[in-house]
C-alpha cells in the first residue's frame, strides 16, 4: 500500500490540520501517518490557544516514521516558528522524499495567525526551495511574493515570483477571491489553470489541508502532478458540495463524501 506523512498541526476539532490530512489520505486510498508539530485549540469559529511541540519531540517522530516504513509522499502544513521550520527543513533534506507537497499555513479561516510574523523569513529561506509543489492561498502568495494579487494574470506572476524563491512548482488557489473557483499551477515551464463550480457555503473549514494532502496522495499513488492537482481539486469540490452542517463557524468539509453524504447515511 502507498504511504503519505502528514507534518503539520492538530485541530481538535477535526476539520483541519493533521486531521484533515489523515481523513483524506485514507479517502483517496493511501496510508496515512502524521506528525504533530503543533496543538491547536480550535474549532469551527476560533482559535483559542497553540502549543508547539518541542523540535526535538519533531525530528524524533520524523525519525520514527522514516527509520520504520516507506514514505512515498509527504504533505507538510503549519509550522508557526523558525525552530519548527529549521527541524523539518534538516530531516526532509536527511530523507529526501520523493514528493514533499507545502502548504504554508499562515492563517486560520476565521483570520487567527498560525504561523508567527518572524518566521516568514525562515519559511522562504529554508522550507519553500524543499516543495516539489507549493499551495498558497491568495493571501499567503501575497506575503511570499511580495505583491498584490487581483487578477489571474496576477496569479501566474506570483506564482513565476514563488517559483524562483526555490520551489519546484507552485499552485497558487484562488479560492473566493478571484472570480470562479480558481487554481493556477506553474511547473517551472508551464501554466495550468483549474476552474470548478463556485459552490454556496460557508462550510469550507480545512479545505486547504485537504487539497494539498489529496495532492500528496495522488502523488503516491503514481499520478503525475498536474494530474493529481486536477483529481485533488475534484475531491474537494465533492468534499464542499457534501459539506457537513457542525458547528456555530466554518464548518467541515465531508472527507469520506464517496462512502457516505452529508446526513451520515451510507451511500
Known amino acids: 500500500m502507498k504511504t503519505a506523512l502528514s507534518i503539520a498541526g492538530s485541530d481538535c476539532s477535526g476539520g ?3 486531521q484533515a490530512d489523515i481523513k483524506t489520505m485514507s479517502a483517496i486510498g493511501v496510508f496515512g501517518m502524521s506528525v504533530i508539530v503543533s496543538v491547536v485549540a480550535e474549532n469551527t469559529s476560533r482559535v483559542i490557544s497553540i502549543e508547539d511541540v518541542s523540535p526535538k519531540l519533531i525530528a524524533d517522530q520524523i525519525d520514527a516514521v522514516f527509520e520504520d516504513i516507506d514514505v512515498d509522499s509527504v504533505k507538510v502544513g503549519m509550522l508557526s516558528t523558525p525552530e519548527c521550520m529549521e527541524t523539518v527543513a534538516s530531516k526532509l533534506i536527511e530523507y529526501k522524499p520523493k514528493h ?3 502548504d ?3 492563517y486560520a479561516k476565521n483570520g487567527c495567525p498560525l504561523m ?3 518566521a516568514i523569513d525562515t519559511l522562504i529561506k529554508k522550507v519553500i526551495p524543499l516543495a516539489t509543489l507549493l499551495t498558497p492561498n491568495i493571501p499567503e502568495a ?3 511574493a511580495s505583491m498584490k494579487i487581483e487578477t489571474p494574470e496576477d496569479m501566474k506572476n506570483a506564482a513565476v515570483r ?4 526555490g520551489a519546484a512548482a507552485v499552485l497558487v488557489k484562488g479560492g473566493h477571491y478571484i472570480g470562479d473557483a480558481r487554481d493556477i499551477l506553474f511547473d517551472g515551464k508551464s501554466f495550468y489553470t483549474y476552474v470548478s463550480r463556485r459552490i454556496n457555503t460557508k462550510n469550507t473549514h480545512g479545505t486547504g489541508c485537504t487539497l494539498s494532502s489529496a495532492i500528496a496522495s495522488y502523488l503516491a499513488l503514481g499520478e503525475e502532478l498536474p494530474q493529481a492537482v486536477e483529481k485533488a481539486k475534484d475531491y474537494v469540490t465533492g468534499a464542499i458540495e457534501n459539506a457537513l452542517e457542525l458547528g456555530k463557524g ?3 468539509t465531508n472527507h469520506f463524501f464517496k462512502f457516505y453524504n452529508n446526513q451520515g447515511n451510507g451511500i
Request: hydrophobic content about 45%.
Open 16 to 18: 483541519a490540520g493533521i
Open 100 to 102: 514533499i507537497i507545502i
Open 104 to 106: 504554508p499555513v499562515m
Open 116 to 118: 508567527q510574523e518572524n
Open 142 to 144: 501575497e506575503k511570499i
Open 162 to 165: 514563488i517559483h524562483g524563491i
Open 250 to 252: 466554518c464548518g467541515p
